[in-house]
């Protein structure tokens, strides 16, 4: 069981700067996101794209603010759930909760925060009848570990950058690499393409474009996949295989949060605006995209101040009546969990002749 | 207001609905649907119009002229699904003057 004082579901930006203003009040906190890395949308979806309403960043590219955001909360020492999404809540006699995954992982925390975003991002299936019941079979639509397809025979299709960069990776750790994509030109990286160009003149990775799998053919688990090509004329033929990982992107979906009895109002969480971001559920707390409320803006900015308000009454909830005034951390410096202090430079005091 | 023009846009229930929609604010088309909440929220411009998630495609139902298709558009659609001849990104059509009497239908959800 992870013990901590705020449990976060969603690694966000949101979701990392509450660990920042929790940690001003010397609280702790553990994040659980479904993605395997940090950041959210912004390392999901653009991390290369600008940003140009955080206040202070004139510019800003979404992967480096995420990666800013963790050094600025890194001495607070979160806990990181990754890769796992956040399934059941059950509320404990004392008052807490605990969390747990689809892994089983649990979670036990006297306050929690969703900062979930849109929802946890779940695969976008390609439209072919049977796909399902091969599922853990030989489809995946997550690469999890590379080491399974070690001497394997896989299909990748997809056209962006996870189809282009997952092909180069596994074409030196399969047996045999082919990229399927429905137009000859790929959305990715320049230097991705190039490698991919590269790879498939020296003939380790097998591409057939304009094409698309139509079908999978197997006994039980994947023996090939059917292949629809409209290169000059149409034709369809099988491509045999041990795996078949369809990469068509993920997309958001609220998902489990959405039966723990939370008022929900346009696929988002609707939370008291003028106190503390608190759901009907006292304990808690809806921050960033997740939440709703009259004249609620979806900006990162707005997520800040949600994730601020939403620690102080955190702070309530953890120490009841115990005394606290706002510090100014200019003032009082920021000091870690890791025993690290950051303060300002003391002033110079120093006679000048 | 002058300067709105008249869509007629089916959501994905078949529901047609016939809107006003400004020329003079930067919208596109996803952000018109978006603004009458004519598809639920978080099922279109989940990824906010960058032409990367598809969540706002749409079939041109009218023989309205509209700005080319430029690579990123096309890329995307190239990974979608339920894409159609007629298949484009709301998000890439920004609301024009020229666009008067535009006739499009919401495509599946995915």
């Known amino acids: ?353 | 207001m002058e300067q709105d023009i008249t869509i007629k846009i089916t959501d994905r229930e078949g529901v047609l609905h016939t809107v006003l929609a400004p020329t003079d604010m930067a919208m596109n088309l996803m952000e018109v649907v978006r603004s009458y909440e004519l598809a639920p929220e978080g099922t279109i411009g989940v990824c906010g119009g960058m032409a990367m998630c598809a969540s706002c495609q749409c079939y041109v139902v009218s023989d309205t002229e509209l700005p080319e298709m430029q690579d990123d558009e096309e890329a995307m659609l190239s990974e979608a699904f339920y894409v159609k001849d007629n298949s484009r990104l709301g998000c890439q059509i920004q609301i024009t003057p020229e666009m008067e009497g535009l006739e499009v239908e919401l495509a599946p959800e995915s």
Not at chain 1, 161 to 173: G, K, M
Not at chain 1, 202 to 217: F, M
């Open chain 1, 1 to 353: 069981m992870i013990k901590t004082d705020i449990l976060i579901i969603g690694a966000g930006p949101t979701g990392l700067f509450a660990v920042f203003e929790a940690g001003l009040l010397k609280l702790k906190c553990h994040l659980i996101d479904a993605l395997p890395q940090i950041g959210g949308q912004c390392s999901e979806i653009y991390p290369k794209k600008p940003i140009y309403d955080i206040p202070g960043f004139p510019e800003v590219l979404a992967g480096d603010l995420t990666d800013n955001l963790m050094e600025q909360c890194k001495q607070f020492e979160p806990g990181f759930t990754l890769g796992e999404r956040a399934e059941t809540i059950e509320k404990q006699e004392d008052g807490s909760f605990i969390v747990t995954t689809n892994k089983g992982t649990k979670h036990q925390a006297p306050v929690v925060a969703i900062a979930g975003g849109l929802g946890s991002f779940e695969p976008r299936k390609p439209l072919i009848d049977n796909i399902a019941y091969f599922e853990d079979k030989g489809v995946e639509y997550f690469i999890k570990d590379p080491e399974m397809y070690r001497n394997k025979r896989v299909v990748i299709s997809g056209g962006g950058d996870s189809a282009l960069d997952w092909s180069i990776y596994l074409s030196n750790i399969a047996s045999k690499v082919t990229l399927i994509h429905r137009r000859n030109e790929f959305r990715g990286a320049l230097d991705s393409v190039d490698k991919v160009q590269e790879l498939k003149n020296q003939g380790k990775i097998d591409l057939i474009t304009p094409a698309e799998v139509i079908n999978v053919v197997g006994d039980h688990k994947v023996d090939a996949v059917v292949v629809a090509q409209s290169k000059n004329i149409e034709r369809e033929f099988e491509v045999e295989c041990d795996h078949f990982i369809p990469l068509f992107g993920l997309s958001p979906k609220l998902g489990p949060i959405a039966n723990w009895g939370l008022e929900i109002e346009k696929n988002a969480i609707v939370v008291n605006n003028a106190l503390d971001y608190q759901t009907n559920i006292p304990g808690i707390f809806a921050i960033g995209d997740v939440n709703t409320y009259p004249g609620k803006l979806k900006l990162i900015l707005c997520g800040f101040h949600e994730a601020t308000l939403m620690c102080q009454a955190a702070y309530q909830i953890i120490n009841p009546g115990k005394k606290y005034v706002l510090k100014y951390t200019t003032v009082s410096g920021v000091n870690g969990f890791d025993g690290t202090r950051k303060e300002a430079p003391k002033q110079v005091v120093k006679a000048i002749d």
